[in-house]
């Protein structure tokens, strides 16, 4: 293909791009599409000859947008929101042209360096400790992984390394398998599967500790888990502190898990993958008290920051233990300048890594932190204008505290009547919205996700709610 075909087709792209973005309120939330429905669209084999460009952008509408769902629809209102921005989109097409694999400096210098910086600036922005930062020519520095999950195994198998030294020093006569059949990990039963998830591919054994009536993960809790493991032979080496869950973005009670963790010599990890990005505002900050305790940190730029994933930003107070466990170094990886910044192959599960930190780079640039920080308190005003039709509305009930951009309600009444309320919005096709459960109660959440997401979105959404919970309500009553 020669650069001129490049230049038209992506000038194409870039249009299409535009247009779909820009139009994305006319197009259904929902496919409706059935498993499978995309194999007899293609053909059952690669062509031998290259297909006309006009006839693959002909196909994106036929084969492919049938089959999408609209994350960034206005009306999208599942999960936790996924980033997108003109400036990031951008910056992939720069790093898709690069093309460099920066798995050390010398693979290529401004891969890295630029992600040192970038990771100090967002440090900053959060106002973390000084001890996360790289500028402070401390230990400690941040990366960016693909994940908030990859995150959290990297954080354990740090602690594990480190907890694994420690016991040897202690236990000369105990080898690996045993020190590591008695290490114990500890999180909030509200954590992230990927928590579990982690225990799982670390070889460790994981305890999820019950949640208070707030949902949040206690202090005393985590002291009194500690010390039965301890009296039954078992080593604590980690815990997971979870600043704004998946199921009803409550956060666990970090200036009481803090100390427990420093006084026990435990790893402490704190995954904000969601919340994390409010913290650029300062009236949220209050949410991270208890930070300083912290070995690592983690919060999703690309979840509710603008920056299109993958871009998962981690912090680590002294990640010399991350080094230790990942490190591998054969000859032809080496070079003269090892040690003076970091080869981020060492802080990472996979060895390639791509120019993640120039959408960073381009957004903060582009957008300015006031801007970002408009975009978030936008959101969350926009969370409450949603809990304040909920509350005007008696047969509604919220499930939890509305802290930023999630409202967790629920029909009164029985978990079937919401499940069946919720079948119903989703195959309405005008909205998106997934539930959760905790205990015995069967809930529905709903996430300002959208960039694009303005007033007359939410209160669409939610007459679309209302109307449908009239039908559901209706076939309810008795006799009918």
Not at 185 to 213: C, F, I, M, T, W
Not at 463 to 472: C, F, G, M, Q
Request: aromatic content about 10%; glycine content about 6%.
């Amino acid at each position: 293909m020669e650069c001129k075909q490049f230049r038209e087709f992506a000038k194409d792209m870039v249009d299409y791009i535009g247009d779909y973005l820009e139009n994305i309120r006319d197009r259904r939330v929902l496919p409706t599409v059935e498993p499978g429905y995309l194999r007899p669209l293609l053909p059952e084999e690669a062509p031998e000859n290259p297909d006309k460009w006009q006839d693959v952008m002909a196909d994106i509408e036929k084969v492919i947008m049938p089959g999408v769902t609209h994350w960034h629809s206005p009306r999208f209102h599942a999960y936790f929101p996924t980033a997108n921005s003109y400036p990031a989109i951008v910056a992939d097409m720069l790093s898709s042209g690069i093309a460099c694999i920066g798995f050390s400096w010398i693979a290529s210098p401004a891969c890295t360096e630029l992600e040192v910086v970038m990771m100090d600036w967002l440090g900053k922005m959060l106002e973390l400790p000084k001890e996360f930062l790289a500028s402070t020519n401390g230990k400690g520095g941040g990366i960016i992984q693909g994940t908030a999950s990859e995150a959290t195994l990297v954080a354990l198998l740090g602690a594990k390394a480190k907890a694994v030294l420690r016991a040897k020093q202690e236990h000369p006569e105990w080898n690996d398998v045993t020190i590591i059949s008695k290490l114990v990990g500890y999180a909030s039963n509200q954590a992230h599967s990927s928590v579990e998830r982690a225990g799982l591919l670390g070889g460790v054994k994981l305890r999820l500790l019950p949640a208070d009536e707030k949902l949040r993960l206690r202090g005393d809790t985590l002291q009194k888990a500690i010390q039965e493991d301890r009296h039954n032979g078992l080593i604590p080496f980690y815990a997971v502190a979870t600043l704004g869950t998946t199921n009803a973005c409550s956060f666990d009670s970090l200036d009481e898990l803090g100390p427990v963790c420093n006084e026990e010599s435990v790893w402490l990890h704190v995954d904000a993958a969601y919340a994390g990005s409010a913290f650029i505002c300062p009236e949220f900050r209050y949410l991270m008290t208890g930070i300083e305790h912290a070995d690592s940190f983690n919060f999703n730029p690309h979840k509710w920051m603008l920056v299109n994933f993958d871009c998962s930003a981690m912090w680590l107070k002294d990640p010399t233990y991350v080094v230790n466990a990942f490190n591998v170094d054969p000859l032809y990886l080496k070079h003269d300048q090892q040690g003076v910044l970091p080869d981020y192959r060492h802080w990472q599960i996979p060895l390639g890594r791509r120019f993640r930190a120039l959408k960073l780079w381009f957004v903060l640039r582009l957008y300015g932190v006031r801007n970002l920080q408009a975009f978030i308190r936008k959101h969350v005003a926009l969370a409450h204008e949603f809990e304040d039709l909920v509350r005007q509305d008696n047969r509604f009930e919220i499930f939890s505290e509305v802290v930023l951009g999630l409202v967790c309600f629920r029909l009164k009444g029985s978990n079937e009547r919401n499940e069946i309320l919720l079948k119903r919005i989703n195959g309405h096709g005008v909205i998106h919205l997934v539930p959760s459960k905790i205990g015995d109660t069967y809930f529905l959440r709903l996430a300002i996700c959208s960039r694009f997401t303005e007033s007359q979105d939410i209160q669409l959404s939610w007459n679309e709610i209302r109307t449908l919970a009239d039908d559901v309500l209706a076939e309810d009553q008795p006799g009918k």
